[in-house]
């Protein structure tokens, strides 16, 4: 199916009308005007963006909200595996939400088999790997074009209690068929010399796990995505909030408002707002007179990047083994800040060489404030595990750190919510991955598009249906 240029061909709807929001169908409640606009595309100067000389209305088969790590792999799946034309619409651009913060590793050293997302981190790892061997059969380099790197990763107990658990994981894994290794304190002490290592210290091993970088596999998507544009099957629409959705006449979104166009969906609108999914579609609703209760809150973490750090040497991936936890731990109910907040160690070194240190989790509403006393934090866990960064002062790198923050999509059960709106027959919702958003993209999207064309998926989307989370 190919994309249509107008819905209603010789009608644009009036955008100065304020009853777009209506509760009504749109063709019963927005004025129409025999005035037709034409538009284009343009290319900027400064990059390949595509933005629009006016404001407009346009018929695509899929429409996607937020142009996240979820809403671009959506995007990409629908391109390529289907014939459907799709527009992507964001409020900004696609590294302004938690992907831009995104510390990039894809591991499954944390996650537990025999739980759904594991099956969905499963799946969405092998669809990375394809990806990255696919790019290495075209002769391009998956280092390059998605930041990717194979380092293993390593899931560090530090506790007698900890490490005796970590013994444990490793059966649990290599029993799901992963590469893995328990390393007692000699072993790792080889392997990573730079990590305080005592008696007590272990770590689980998985040297197939791999990272890739948010931001270099945002650009390979788009690029990757705009590929399409030229055969009338693709559009992104960037600095431009949705708004609200024009009801059809059934049970259904005939098209989004956004602030500048109006665009019709004939087949599904897939909303992958991460974690103003909620807010998003109460807004949206409350204008149809429809309570929509989604649970998906923001959990706000900030990450630490040195660049050319190089007093440390790091060889793998670290995360502490207190990380396992901290996905699906709620903290909602305190009003408590500081019990809000937790940091855990994770240490990675990106495509580019930097140093990436983490990270922090609380509750703190849409705030996205960098927080010196967070940052702080991050260093002094940081440093429990490496010495050598004891003997510097975060002051004097000042220079050379970047502060990421973003605000992770928290879902109460841990799961993220993916496949049809309840009551809606075209509306989809692909959002709540919390701190897994990159590493479940791949996946995530392949569910999406089975759910949307009604095949048959490689995992089973029944524990992710959004019907389990409304409240
Ligand atoms: C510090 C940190 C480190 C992390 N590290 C990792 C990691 O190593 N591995 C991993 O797998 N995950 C990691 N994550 C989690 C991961 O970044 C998220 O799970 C993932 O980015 C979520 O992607 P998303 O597309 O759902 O959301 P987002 O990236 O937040 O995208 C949502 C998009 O929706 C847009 N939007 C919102 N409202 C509207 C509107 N009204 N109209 C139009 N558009 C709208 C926003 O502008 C945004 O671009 C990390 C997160 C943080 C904060």
Redesign the pocket.
């Known amino acids: 199916m190919n994309m249509a240029t107008l819905h209603h061909p010789h009608y644009i709807l009036n955008f100065s009308s304020t009853n777009h929001c209506s509760p009504f169908p749109s063709h019963s409640s927005s004025s129409l005007t025999n005035r037709s606009i034409s538009y284009k595309y343009k290319l900027p100067a400064t990059g390949n963006r595509m933005t629009r000389s006016s404001s407009s209305d346009q018929a695509f088969d899929v429409i996607v909200?937020?142009?996240?790590?979820?809403?671009l792999t959506v995007a990409r799946q629908f391109l390529m595996d289907s014939d459907l034309s799709v527009a992507i619409?964001?409020?900004?651009v696609?590294c302004?939400?938690?992907?831009g913060?995104?510390?990039?590793?894809?591991w499954m050293t944390h996650k537990t088999p025999g739980t759904a997302t594991w099956d969905l981190s499963m799946r969405s790892h092998q669809l990375w790997t394809m990806m990255a061997e696919d790019l290495q059969q075209q002769g391009l380099d998956p280092m390059v074009e998605l930041g990717w790197k194979k380092t293993g990763s390593l899931l560090v107990g530090r506790t007698f209690a900890e490490s005796d658990t970590l013994k444990g994981r490793v059966k649990q894994l290599s029993e799901a068929g992963l590469k893995a290794e328990y390393l007692c304190s000699r072993d790792l002490s080889k392997r990573e010399p730079d990590l305080l290592v005592d008696k007590d210290t272990a770590a689980a091993f998985l040297p197939d796990d791999c990272q890739l970088d948010a931001h270099r596999t945002v650009t390979y998507l788009e690029k990757a995505n705009r590929n399409f544009a030229s055969k009338g099957r693709y559009a992104e629409f960037y600095d431009d909030?949705?708004k609200c959705f024009i009801r059809s006449d059934g049970n259904g979104v005939e098209a989004v408002q956004t602030s500048k166009n109006t665009l019709y969906s004939k087949k599904a609108v897939i909303v992958?707002?991460?974690?103003?999914t909620g807010s998003?579609m109460q807004d949206l609703f409350r204008n149809w007179g429809m309570e929509f209760q989604v649970p998906v809150r923001p959990r706000k973490?900030?990450?630490l990047a040195l660049q050319n750090f190089n007093s440390l040497q790091l060889n793998h991936g670290l995360m502490e083994a207190g990380y396992v936890d901290h996905p699906s731990i709620s903290g909602l109910e305190s009003s408590d800040n500081e019990q809000n907040l937790s940091v855990s160690m994770t240490a990675t070194i990106d495509a580019a060489g930097n140093l990436l240190i983490?990270?922090s989790r609380e509750f703190v509403g849409f705030n996205t404030d960098s927080d010196e006393s967070v940052i702080n934090l991050i260093w002094k866990r940081v440093a429990e595990f490496f010495p050598k960064l004891r003997m510097l002062s975060l002051s004097d790198l000042s220079a050379s750190r970047k502060v990421?923050i973003?605000?992770?999509?928290y879902m109460p059960d841990g799961k993220p919510m993916i496949g049809p709106v309840p009551g809606l027959s075209n509306v989809y919702l692909a959002?709540g991955?919390?701190?897994?958003?990159?590493?479940m993209a791949l996946g995530t999207a392949e569910m999406v598009v089975d759910v949307v064309l009604g095949r048959t998926g490689k995992v089973d989307s029944a524990p992710f249906a959004v019907d389990r989370a409304l409240e």
């Open positions: 909200v937020g142009a996240g790590i979820i809403g619409v964001d409020k900004g696609p302004s939400g938690a992907t913060a995104g510390q990039g590793y894809l909030p949705v992958a707002a991460g974690c103003w998003l973490g900030h990450l983490g990270s990421r973003g605000l992770r999509p959002a991955h919390e701190g897994g958003g990159l590493s």
